[in-house]
């Protein structure tokens, strides 16, 4: 059958996701990887996940495997307005809460929502690959941002809401994927002024803000312009990815388009893992575990930001972040990161090229994004020390 001639034309537009495909190359036997981009297995709570099965089974019973309304388990939307108060300053309502299948699901309904053929919507340069890949299939003109060292140029976002009819500008403010860049409160400031002067909206996406290893936590924007954010969070960085538990606030005049798309789409995410997630909070359980996945991440992200100083040559600098996964590595003008990554995947150590995180395929060849939450420190250290002997090693 020629499946070609009966796809949609913006099913031709979707791609499998590189990053994933680069994955299956890296998980073979022996290669030191950098290059995922996923919790470490041992974040994983499975003891307190034991006692939270346990629980749900006797509270919930029955309705905890039932059909329940899309909005989302109301436990779980009763449980999420103190955590939120308190990790990130925002005050909500538990009706203002919206559950999804992991925050992924919600970048999809936005793009299903707001971008028609050619419609032009605002993304950072890198930007989270996975978003664009949630957009793509329904035909965006990208416009990129300019982004420094500290996340987005806020007179670039000025510049471009001036000039272009923008749907939605998308944005990952704190320890992005891939840069772990975090926007500084000034500009976080900046930045709420000018979507409001200009009416536009932000999605603001911010799976990494509860892993902070130093520093002082900022306000997120979507307390700065409460009715211009889309502010979309996830348990899966703090839980466990596999469970798919997201949730995101939004304007209320946005909030039931968003609940229509998802109706259509898996009518509501799994009631028991949303129970779960509701005992896990609601108990203090993830007040309680949090502790341990920083214990665990911050060695490692000082171990790699230690062994890029140690090793790497002159000419390549990087990112220094505070929290998140990654660190984000730029080579001198020109440098051709991808034919390093054959070089380095040869010789069993990778990491992913920064090209991918492009919405423009012309840019980025001379970045990479690293790792650390995946390998322990002298893992770390031996990968990193590889990585500069293979950059410094002569090859045709
Ligand atoms: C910036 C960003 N947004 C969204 C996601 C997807 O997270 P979820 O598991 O909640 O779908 C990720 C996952 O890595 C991410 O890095």
């Known amino acids: 059958m020629n499946i070609q001639k009966l796809l949609a ?102 793009g299903k929502i707001f971008i028609s053929r050619n419609d032009p919507i605002a993304v950072e340069a890198p930007t989270y690959l996975g978003a664009l890949q949630a957009f793509d299939p329904y035909e965006p003109r990208y ?14 976002l000025e510049e471009v809401l001036a000039r272009e009819p923008i749907k939605f500008i998308y944005l990952v403010p704190t320890f992005q994927n891939p840069t772990g860049r975090t926007i500084p409160l000034e500009r976080r400031r900046h930045i709420a002024d000018i979507i409001q002067i200009h009416d536009a909206l932000l999605i603001e996406d911010d799976p990494y803000g509860d892993l902070r290893y130093s520093g002082q936590a900022l306000p997120v924007i979507k307390t700065l312009a409460p009715e211009h954010v889309i502010y979309v969070s996830t348990l899966s960085k ?35 893992n949303q129970a779960l997630a509701a005992e896990y909070i609601q108990g203090g359980y993830l007040e309680q575990h949090l502790p341990h996945i920083i214990e665990l991440y911050k060695p490692r992200k000082d171990a790699m930001l230690g062994a890029l100083q140690r090793y790497f040559p002159e000419g390549f600098t990087w990112s220094k972040p505070e929290g998140g996964m990654f660190v984000w590595v730029e080579g001198p003008e020109n440098y051709d990161m991808q034919e390093l990554y054959h070089r380095c995947v040869q010789q069993n150590v990778a990491f992913v090229p920064g090209k991918f995180f492009y919405s423009d395929p012309e840019v980025g060849n001379h970045t990479m994004r690293l790792n650390f939450t995946m390998a322990d420190e002298a893992t770390i250290d031996g990968a990193v020390k590889k990585l500069a002997e293979i950059i410094a090693a002569p090859h045709v």
């Open 9 to 110: 034309d913006r099913t031709r537009k979707m791609s499998v996701n590189t990053i994933r495909e680069i994955l299956k190359v890296v998980s073979q036997p022996g290669m030191v990887s950098l290059a995922g981009g996923i919790p470490a297995p041992e974040s994983f709570p499975i003891d307190i996940l034991k006692i939270l099965t346990q629980k749900v089974l006797e509270k919930y019973g029955p309705s905890a495997l039932q059909y329940d309304p899309t909005e989302g388990f109301s436990p779980l939307r009763e449980a999420l307005p103190g955590y939120l108060a308190a990790k990130r300053g925002i005050q909500a309502k538990p009706k203002d809460i919206l559950i999804a299948s992991g925050s992924q699901g919600v970048l999809d309904a936005a």
């Open 143 to 156: 416009v990129t941002l300019v982004s420094d060292a500290y996340g987005l140029v806020p007179e670039s």
């Open 238 to 272: 703090v839980f466990a990815p596999g469970l798919r538990i997201g949730y995101y606030l939004a304007p209320k005049k946005i909030r039931d388009w968003l609940v229509m798309v998802k109706q259509g789409v898996d009518l509501h995410t799994s009631t028991f």
